[in-house]
């Protein structure tokens, strides 16, 4: 294995290899009355394309670096072409004149467009979305995850997160890359919002399964953004976006001093804490010293050359999200919490790449990364078994009694340098060649101090999902990940393409080396109709640096990994494409993944305290029961064990309308998703927590005008499981009886008062019994945004300005439920709901 290691980092340094970056090709065709709308732009090499829009500007992205020969056609007009050399990273800016007219031949249609793939694109269940898309879809708040989640196969959790649960997977199972730099934390304002910023963004990439060997280290989904570039051409321009909760603005120009390339900056900053604090602090609703959330981030890249095929590309990123809040004296609610966090997410990175020909291409990227925070927890919450409907207006010498105490302290640091070397290379009769190797050396340091209320330790000990999964964690690892791939897309024929691949993995935190094979087919059945397979194993190592995204606390101490292995799924992937015409596309893709050694926390056999109540006896009171004894019952640890498999399958549907025809006024795209995820644990069958049936999405876009549009979006999901309590039972704590002040002698809890020692009314907490398994659904889930835009051109600079109003009929979503014990000893439950109708308006201009 040292051998191994090696190896690869000597072909690092000695191999400049290839990364698919992409380019961009734009510009603007004339005729001799000024601006030519729907000129057909295509690239000969690839049948990517456009079309020209009312001002006669196109852009074709998500070109692979190459030389190319571009066609500029419409009817009765002669064809012009133009050779082009286009570097990673490029965007090629063109004028072009269409003046001299020909006889009409008629001919079949040409699919134009980005998405137009054909047979040779071998790459299955891969979504691309437009950086514009991203900025206008109704209800995403000019967000990029929260745009995929409009997409087949793609949840969200709930409104609050912008979390991808991809075709039966949780977040953690999906890796998220900018500029070739894997990032651990995408989000900002802790998971409301995503890092990526649409205005700076080149190319969104979404592959939900069956992906390349040039990813790995997850087993369900990759997102690959790339920022673009800044103009190689004028020497200062930029965009300013406002809304009522946060601002952004982009900058970017030419090189100084004569030096070939452009730079880009962006910057970001939410202002809940300037409107929003100002109202809760005179509401008393918290103390003068808070801060709301808030976030601030920069973004910076820098290109360089091309100089005789060598280009550079310097990216960084800095960023940090802060809260501190502390509960107001004068509050109305009884619970008071103290929060204080800072949390931070740092890149930097270095890209050289070098393109000798239209046949070879060569990338290195060396990065550093750096994702940490602290959080000092401090609350009192009431006692969950209480209505707190009943306690609206409460005093505060009253209400004490009933108060619970929790508090953590928290402190994580993941750092990660990396280095990633690639190649592709065009051989023989159209064979593409790919491979790479790379490493990661990392640190992550975890610490977790928990204490709590007696009180409510009881009510944790009685719920078998939190039986001694709180537990104090301090840990720190160095270790480091090591990679390589090589795959070749054979051409069989022009319509049979058959794309074999492995990759090898070898994590030192597990001291175990992986080899990953993968394949994929894909055939055109015609000209519009492409058939597409794919089959391959990938797996996915533990760390720190995924529990973000897993939700869960794992102890990954040395002691604990020795026996682990890592993740294991297997994917099977069958789809068909066709276009109906030359802008409406369907797509249509059967899948089934199989999960294997998931790890999952392990369960020992742990102690419940049981009580029956004596027959005859009012069982308000603690006289009525008997003396609690101890039962064996499962308890879940913070021990990671690979205790699990799993499967995921379903049938997804996409029909879409491309708007490439200027004179076209209604795009948009209608999606549906027939899906089962289920986890195997021993004996029990589970369903996946974000386990959907059915999920819809239409998302509609019409323009009326040059200045007026229409966005539309319907979401549609059938409920998630939950899980359901049985119904109440008997608080039981474990006191002192003997003075070494060691709790161990368990009795029934009976309510404390202020005004002395205590009542003998017991106290009762909800009894979800030992089923950690789903035993109901939540209601259906489904929302209608809109988003009209008036666009304007005044002072010289084009503004838009717009109203976007998430959940127009104000349907309640549930997110969850709170359970308490009403005084004729029944269950209550009220519902947590998610957004309300939420109007947002705000402008963007660009100079």
């Known amino acids: 294995m040292k051998r191994i290691q090696f190896a690869i980092l000597i072909l690092l340094f000695l191999t400049p290899v290839f990364a698919q970056n992409t380019g961009s090709v734009k510009g603007k065709v004339t005729g001799e009355d000024g601006p030519f709308p729907g000129v057909n732009v295509l690239i000969m090499q690839s049948g990517n394309g456009a079309s020209t829009d009312l001002q006669g500007l196109f852009e074709i992205k998500g070109v692979p670096p190459g030389i190319y020969k571009i066609r500029f056609s419409f009817i009765g007009f002669k064809s012009i072409f133009k050779d082009i050399t286009l570097s990673a990273g490029e965007t090629l800016e063109l004028s072009v004149q269409l003046l001299e007219t020909e006889a009409v ?81 995408p989000y900002r304002l802790y998971g409301f919002i995503s890092m990526f910023n649409p205005d700076a963004v080149d190319d969104i990439s979404l592959t939900t399964g069956g992906f390349p060997s040039r990813y790995g280290d997850r087993l369900s989904a990759v997102l690959d953004v790339t920022n673009r570039e800044g103009s190689n051409t004028n020497p200062f321009t930029g965009s300013i976006n406002a809304s009522v909760t946060n601002a952004n603005v982009v900058l970017e120009g030419k ?39 808030n976030f601030y981030d920069l973004q910076l890249k820098a290109t360089f050359g091309p100089f005789s095929g060598h280009k550079f590309i310097l990216t960084g990123i800095v960023s940090a999200d802060g809260v501190s809040v502390i509960s107001g004296k004068d509050r109305r609610q009884p619970d008071s919490i103290s929060v204080n966090n800072i949390t931070k997410n740092d890149v930097v990175a270095l890209n050289w790449q070098y393109i000798p020909n239209n046949k070879f291409f060569m990338q290195t990227t060396a990065s550093w990364y750096q994702n940490g925070g602290l959080t000092g927890f401090d609350s009192e919450i009431l006692d969950p078994s209480l209505n707190r409907e009943s306690f609206k207006d409460f005093a505060m010498d009253t209400i004490s009694p009933y ?99 492995i990759r090898f993995d070898y994590y030192e935190i597990l001291r175990k080396s992986y080899f990953s094979p993968r394949i994929a087919f894909s055939y055109g059945l015609d000209e519009i109709t492409t058939l597409r397979a794919s089959w391959g194993i990938f797996y996915q190592s533990p760390g720190y640096e995924k529990l973000r995204d897993a939700g869960v606390i794992f102890d990954f101490s040395e002691q604990f990994t020795g026996n682990l292995e890592a993740e294991k799924a297997v994917h099977y992937i ?65 021990i990671p064990v690979n205790g699990a498999t799993g499967e995921s399958y379903g049938l997804e549907i996409l029909l879409a309308k491309r708007n490439l025809d200027p004179n076209s006024k209604i795009s948009g795209w209608v999606s549906y998703s027939f899906a089962y995820a289920d986890r195997f644990e021993g004996s029990r069958v589970n369903p996946f927590r974000f386990d959907q049936r059915h999920t819809v999405n239409i ?60 009542s003998n009314e017991v106290v009762y907490d909800v009894d979800r019994g030992d089923n950690r398994d789903f035993n109901g659904k939540k209601p259906e889930y ?66």
């Open 699 to 758: 998302v509609l876009d019409y323009r009326f005008d040059e200045v007026w549009n229409l966005g539309v979006r319907w979401q549609y999901g059938s409920g998630f499981p939950n899980i359901f309590p049985q119904g109440i039972r008997p608080r039981i704590i474990l006191t002192d009886s003997d003075g070494d002040l060691k709790p161990e002698t368990p009795i029934v809890s009976t309510r404390r008062t202020f005004s002395g020692p205590g």
């Open 574 to 638: 069958l789809g068909v494409e066709r276009w109906l015409t030359n802008e409406w596309n369907i797509k249509a893709e059967l899948y089934y993944k199989d999960f294997q050694d998931l790890i999952v926390p392990k369960v020992v056999q742990g102690t419940k305290y049981f009580t029956e109540l004596i027959p005859g006896r009012d069982p308000r009171y603690a006289s009525a029961w008997t003396s609690p004894v101890a039962v064996p019952s499962d308890s879940i640890t913070q």
């Open 255 to 293: 090189n100084p001093f004569n030096i070939k390339g452009g730079w880009l900056i962006n910057s970001r900053r939410t202002y809940y804490d300037l409107i929003l604090e100002p109202i809760a602090k005179n509401n008393n609703l918290v103390e003068e010293n808070v801060a709301f959330p």
């Open 105 to 185: 031949t008629l001919s079949s249609i040409e699919v134009i467009g980005k998405n137009a793939r054909d047979a040779s694109d071998t790459d299955i269940s891969i979504v691309e979305i437009s950086p514009e898309r991203a900025k206008v879809l109704a209800g995403a708040g000019e967000d990029v995850l929260r745009t995929l989640q409009s997409l087949p196969g793609v949840l969200a959790p709930n409104d609050f997160s912008s979390q991808l649960v991809v075709r039966g997977s949780g977040p953690d199972q999906n890796l998220i890359i900018i500029d070739n730099v894997e990032i651990f934390n």
């Open 403 to 501: 108060l619970l105490n929790f508090k953590f302290d928290s402190n994580f640091k993941f750092r990660k340098y990396a280095l990633d070397s690639r190649i592709n290379y065009i051989w023989g009769n159209n064979h593409l060649f790919e491979a790479g190797v790379g490493v990661d050396f990392l640190r992550t340091i975890l610490e977790f101090d928990f204490s709590f209320d007696p009180q409510l330790q009881a009510i944790f000990s009685a719920n078998p999902n939190f039986r001694s999964a709180l537990s104090d964690i301090k840990d720190i690892k160095d270790y480091n990940k090591y990679r390589a791939y090589a795959q070749n897309k054979f051409a069989i024929s022009d319509r049979l393409y058959f794309n074999p691949g």
């Open 782 to 847: 489904h929302r209608l945004d809109i988003r009209v835009t008036a666009t304007t051109n005044f002072w010289g600079v084009d503004w838009n300005f717009y109203l976007d109003v998430i959940n127009l009929y104000n349907r309640s979503n549930i997110i969850g439920y709170d359970y308490f014990i009403n005084e004729d000893l029944t269950l209550g439950t009220r519902a947590t709901s998610m957004f309300p109708i939420l109007p947002t308006i705000g402008f963007s201009v660009k100079f």
